[in-house]
């Protein structure tokens, strides 16, 4: 999502110079090239909208494709008429107020902290579908931006942390689950039990097996592979992660443990429902 914020501040400041070179001499006069520019500054401001909005709710979604495009059917109207240096000003006022506003939002999103919301129920009942959180950026070491350089590390992934990353096989996609197993430890899942170098682990405080159906095909194998990992040396620069909700997570014990460079922070805090306010542990 970020990266998404960040082409769209690019695309507001080339809206906002394209208004700049309208208020030139050389085009000044000539309202069919006023309207053309105008047009183009419009439709890139509506593409990026369109752009940043696609990971947004449906509603979000609607008001702001629909409403950047009335906006900007309205301003190239306007931008052709006799007297219409004042809308021309404001177009690009607003352009350059967008171009800040997202690039500074790309700045904290990538650097500070970042919204996350819950899409599935493997952390429950630590998480629900839904829950929406804060997410540090910084805690784990500052990401240079479009690269997976990491500098200024804070500190490593913890057992017991609940981590947001990419999925290594789809990394359009953000998961988040608990980091479990850390590097160079011994894993093992036996039934309900996971084992960190041949000791049980103590996780009765968030872990749930919620004995699914097997109904399906294919489900008794899954089942049986979830509840059935031999023992795993997890390599160096890795990490075993495992949602809450052990019989409904797709996870390590699945597509391996997860390399540090696809790690984008820790959950911190949960804002949304306000009923379920407070620090994710």
């Known amino acids: 999502m970020e990266n998404k914020v960040f082409w769209a501040g690019v695309a507001c400041g080339a809206a906002a110079l394209l208004l700049r070179l309208v208020r030139r001499p050389p085009v000044q006069g000539k309202t069919w090239l006023v309207r053309v520019l105008a047009a183009i500054s419009a439709l890139v401001v509506w593409a990026a909208g369109w752009y940043v909005s696609d990971e947004l709710g449906p509603v979000i979604q609607g008001v702001v494709r629909i ?5 900007g059917l309205w301003f190239v109207w306007q931008a052709g008429r006799a007297k219409a240096s004042r809308w021309l000003d404001e177009g690009r006022e607003w352009a350059d107020t967008g171009c800040s506003a997202l690039l500074m939002a790309f700045l904290i999103m990538n650097f500070v902290i970042q919204a996350f919301k819950i899409p599935s129920g493997s952390m429950k009942n630590t998480l629900l579908i839904d829950d ?18 990491r500098v200024l590390k804070w500190h490593a992934p913890q057992r017991g942390d609940i981590v947001v990353f990419k999925f290594p ?3 359009r996609k953000d ?3 608990r980091c479990i197993g850390l590097p160079g430890e011994q894993i093992e899942v036996r039934g309900k039990t996971v084992f960190i170098n041949g000791a049980p682990l103590e ?11 097997t109904s399906w095909p294919g489900a008794e194998a899954a089942l049986r592979a979830a509840r059935n990992l031999p023992p795993t040396v997890i390599p160096p620069g890795q990490y075993f992660m495992l949602g809450d909700n052990r019989d409904q997570s797709q996870d390590s014990r699945f597509w391996g443990p997860l390399e540090d460079r696809y790690i984008k922070g820790k959950a911190l805090f949960r804002y949304w429902p306000l009923n379920r306010i407070g620090l994710v542990r």
């Open 203 to 213: 996780e009765s405080r968030y872990a749930i097996y919620t004995d699914p159906e």
């Open 169 to 171: 096989r789809d990394t």
């Open 67 to 71: 409403g950047l495009g009335g906006i």
């Open 132 to 149: 929406y959180l804060f997410v540090n950026k910084f805690i784990y070491g500052l990401k240079v931006p479009f690269t997976d350089v």
């Open 175 to 177: 998961f988040i689950k």
